[in-house]
């Protein structure tokens, strides 16, 4: 059965730092695409980042680029996200998702880890 | 401008029949790239409700279907139920993005 796993959300003030993280199991973690999806509070979905198989290609939302990375670890079946330069903003629930590269879905996706940046 | 359209809301009787549409433009489903739709539950993770325009997974019932033409998508829910009360998202790809686009969302009221 697969299974996306996030952790490591949390309450943080404006300018801070999080990495989320996001355990898979049930799958053959390194040969799929991985992506961040974020919700805000009351507000549609919003796409972050994708990481491919081997980490060689990473994309980002405009909103996060120079802020955020988004990394994997094959070996541990891992896919990470660093925030840093948090903003209110960027409160969310954030879920890890499988992408399916032939048709860019995400067929699979986490239960979600909140971050909420305020005062 | 990268954004895909969707009515905020819906609603239905049950056992009626309601639509969702999903406009976009030349850089997203009118380059080509497939339509998904999610499903998502108060509370819960999204889940994948029609992949690829018009495909359902299974266990999805076959009152959900999808489709494509030109620049939109929509997606059809037949024999409304109760259950069915829920947002609903499209989603694709856009090419001046380099990622993936969804809609804004649509919340289907059961009445």
């Known amino acids: 059965e697969v299974q996306l796993v996030e952790s490591g959300g949390g309450l943080l003030q404006p300018g801070g730092s999080l990495r989320l993280s996001c355990s898979a199991s049930?799958?053959?973690?390194?040969?799929?695409?991985m992506t961040w999806v974020r919700q805000a509070p009351g507000k549609g979905l919003e796409w972050v980042a994708n990481i491919k198989e081997d980490g060689s290609e990473k994309y980002y939302v405009d909103s996060v680029k120079g802020r955020f990375t988004i990394s994997r670890d094959n070996a541990k079946n891992s896919l990470y996200l660093q925030m840093n330069g948090l903003r209110a903003e960027d409160t969310a629930v954030y879920y890890c998702?499988?992408?399916?590269?032939?048709?860019?879905?995400?067929?699979?996706w986490g239960q979600g880890a909140l971050v909420t940046v305020s005062p | 401008q990268s954004v895909l359209t969707q009515p905020p809301s819906v609603s239905g009787a049950p056992g009626q029949r309601v639509t969702i549409s999903c406009t976009g433009s030349?850089?997203?489903?009118?380059?080509?790239?497939?339509v998904h739709w999610y499903q998502q539950l108060p509370g819960t993770a999204p889940k994948v409700l029609i992949y690829g325009n018009n495909i359902r997974p299974s266990g999805v019932p076959d009152r959900f279907s999808g489709s494509k033409s030109g620049t939109s998508a929509s997606l059809t829910i037949t024999a409304l139920q109760a259950e069915d009360e829920a947002d609903y998202y499209c989603q694709s790809f856009d090419s001046s993005l380099s990622g993936s686009l969804f809609g804004g969302g649509t919340k289907l009221t059961v009445l």
């Open positions: 049930g799958f053959r973690f390194q040969y799929y695409w």
């Open positions: 030349s850089s997203n489903i009118g380059a080509g790239f497939d």
């Open positions: 998702a499988r992408e399916l590269g032939s048709n860019y879905r995400f067929d699979y």
